[in-house]
């Protein structure tokens, strides 16, 4: 059973914005020092993350990573190209979070940080396959996404427990907040497949007498 993630303290409180040192205006391609509010953090954020799904490297991976034949859908497992188009779900942490964390990360460590640097790092945690991904129709990602559906963590492909050992200082608690919800609906889905898996041997089998020629019962 995997362990939850402990609640650290990071400033998330001291609320974050992006701010140009030479003259206080906003802008998403400077370097990164601070954030004051946390709408202009999400702005950033979404930022990156909207030239990270562009960039020619991450759909190179995507791409390769959907080429693989033991690649289809891990709910509907005979689903797969052929029949239907392959989308990867990003899981437990989506793409937004995964943002969030190696920003939160590179500004600790560096002080400032361009958003080029960010969109690379984000990039290299994918290709390094640090980040957790689940193969998923294209109907079957949209239940997803609209909560109307859940997906156990044996799904996931990638070492995502990795992901979280480096950047562990710098998940904020909200975001560990969620994963450990998600960790808890895992561990009760485990619970009840298992007692569904136990109540099967529970039945007794019934047999069907036949008679066979010139023998009887």
Request: hydrophobic content about 35%; some cysteine; proline content about 2%.
């Amino acid at each position: 059973m995997k362990s939850n993630i402990e609640n650290l303290k990071i400033n998330e409180e001291d609320n974050i914005i992006l701010i140009n040192n030479e003259d206080d205006s906003f802008i998403l391609s400077y370097y990164i020092t601070s954030f004051t509010t946390d709408e202009n953090f999400v702005k950033v954020i979404k930022h990156v993350e909207k030239q990270v799904r562009s960039s020619k490297e991450y759909k190179y991976f995507l791409r390769t990573l959907s080429e693989r034949k033991d690649i289809s859908c891990s709910i509907l497992c005979n689903s797969n190209q052929i029949n239907s188009k392959i989308e990867f779900h990003h899981y437990p942490f989506t793409l937004f979070d995964v943002c969030s964390i190696v920003t939160f990360d590179l500004l600790k460590r560096l002080k400032h940080v361009s958003t080029f640097k960010l969109i690379s790092e984000v990039l290299s945690v994918h290709f390094k396959f640090l980040i957790g991904l689940v193969p998923l129709s294209k109907t079957i990602h949209e239940l997803t996404h609209a909560d109307k559906l859940f997906v156990p963590f044996d799904l996931i492909i990638g070492k995502f427990e990795n992901f979280i050992d480096i950047y562990k200082e710098s998940i904020p608690n909200k975001t560990i907040e969620k994963y450990n919800a998600l960790l808890e609906k895992d561990n009760v889905y485990r619970k009840e497949s298992y007692n569904v898996n136990q109540k099967i041997l529970e039945v007794e089998p019934k047999f069907i007498k036949k008679e066979i020629k010139g023998i009887r019962d």
